[in-house]
């Protein structure tokens, strides 16, 4: 969706100095923007004891993360270094969730020792923790959404049997049972359906799955989950025609739905969490990008400096960017394929997209790269991931991330020597 029109006239003001400054391309988050949605997203769930924990993989710069921080969002991280990320950001202990699966040993040792809330995704995780002797009194345990993602619609899980995250509903209470038996004291329940929901009813329905599973676990075993997390998964508008997502009306469902919940049950309501990402960020970045070439085959072709390692939605999902020109209202218009450099026919930002005639020099600017942009890049084809820059209140522009080199490219190889021989067979020697 075209950008906010106070982002836009911030950006305006500080577009050509900033791109004469830095060089493109260059993705730009807004100060503003982002600390407003934080300070909205609050005021949705007021009512509600509630944390948001930020998807740390949206966009993981550390600058960004502060922002969030302020606002008082954990983080919700699956990586150790998206640990690492969170920790320069200034969170520590139960201000992370970390929602992995397939987790290596490595990962839940850090996630140990660093005191974070453990989102168990599978039974094996208990075993583990068991084994170490070492075991958090409080864990979320995640739940396998059979298939109420499918019933939610736009999921990411594909179907039930495919989906590879959470533990199975009809194991929950042996899980449950066994984690109380090796020391855990508290619990928190979470499930996340999918991606990119434009309506509050798949959220309302993970809450109702979840408090169903809480009534049960009360029932069966007198656990009582203190929290219940809802996952990631608002989505924005990426396209003009698409309404945004109501915040204040999921804010306001969620709190009825909690207090019918306990007035029906006599048993206290949970915490709500979130690990929203795109939502939170998604609509306050941009990238900037300069025309490199025109070119006409059978299509018209706008070649630019940017490509896939900057932004693969387009190539991978098909997704649609909204696409502007500066100054570009006034010019006559045409379709164009908007390309990258990639030797990969789906490295495209747009196709068959109807905007401003341009010509080499121009910038573009792609839309709603504040999210699952920047952080998805790649390095093939030795196309190099793009700076990020934060235009600040007051319009100041920092940057927050240079561009990768060819240096870093060629770090990787700069090891320590080291060979394995083949070992020999005595038998086939002699
Ligand atoms: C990807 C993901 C998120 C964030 O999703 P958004 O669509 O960016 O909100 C949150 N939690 C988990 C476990 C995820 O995998």
């Given amino acids: ?26 993705h730009i988050y807004d100060e503003q923007g982002i600390e407003e949605n934080c300070a909205a997203f609050n005021r949705a769930f007021a009512d509600t004891p509630y944390r948001e924990y930020y998807a740390v993989k949206a966009n993981p710069n550390p600058a960004v993360l502060r922002l969030l921080a302020a606002h008082g969002f954990g983080f919700d991280c699956s990586s150790l270094p998206e640990l690492t990320a969170a920790a320069l950001a200034g969170a520590v202990g139960h201000d992370i969730c970390f929602t992995s699966n397939n987790t290596s040993p490595a990962e839940l040792d850090a996630a140990v020792r660093l005191g974070v809330l453990i989102n168990v995704d599978d039974e094996t995780v208990l075993d583990k923790l068991a084994a170490r002797g070492e075991v958090p009194d409080t864990l979320c345990l995640r739940v396998h959404p059979g298939n109420a993602a499918g019933e939610a619609g736009a999921s990411y899980l594909g179907d039930p049997q495919s989906a590879k995250f959470g533990i199975r509903v009809d194991r929950l209470s042996v899980v449950c049972a066994r984690a109380r038996r090796i020391g855990v004291e508290h619990f928190g329940l979470h499930m996340m ?8 009813q798949p959220f309302l329905l993970s809450l109702d799955l979840l408090l ?7 029932r069966d ?9 809802l996952g990631g998964g608002i989505g924005i508008p990426y396209r003009p025609e698409e309404k945004p997502f109501d915040l204040p009306a999921l804010g306001a469902a969620v709190g009825a739905r909690l207090r019918d919940w306990e007035l029906a049950t006599g048993l206290p309501r ?16 941009v990238l900037v990008t300069r025309v490199l070439n025109r070119m006409s085959k059978w299509r018209e072709y706008v070649g630019v400096d940017a490509g896939m390692s900057a932004l693969m939605r387009p190539a991978i999902y098909g997704a649609y960017h909204h696409i502007t020109v500066p100054d570009g209202s006034d010019r006559r218009h045409e379709v164009v394929d908007v390309v990258g450099s990639l030797c990969e026919n789906n490295d495209k930002f747009a196709e068959q997209r109807t905007l401003p005639i341009v010509t080499e ?3 573009l600017l792609i839309h709603d790269t504040g999210a699952h942009a920047h952080s998805m890049g790649f390095t093939y084809n030795g196309r190099l991931r793009p700076q990020e820059l934060l235009l600040r209140r007051g319009g100041s522009v920092e940057r927050i991330r240079r561009a990768e080199s060819e240096n870093d490219y060629f770090a990787t190889l700069q090891c320590r020597p080291d060979v394995l021989v083949p070992v020999t067979d005595p038998v086939g020697v002699r």
């Fill in 361 to 363: 020099g121009d910038l």
């Fill in 1 to 26: 969706m075209p950008i906010s029109a106070d982002f836009e006239k911030r950006l305006n003001a500080v577009l050509p100095r900033a791109a004469e400054h830095f060089g493109t391309p260059f």
């Fill in 270 to 285: 949970p915490r709500l969490l979130f690990e929203s990402g795109r939502y939170v960020t998604g609509p306050h970045g």
């Fill in 193 to 200: 359906l999918g991606s990119g929901y434009l309506t509050p």
């Fill in 212 to 218: 169903e599973q809480v009534e049960t676990l009360h």
């Fill in 221 to 229: 075993l007198g656990v009582l989950p203190g929290f219940v997390n």
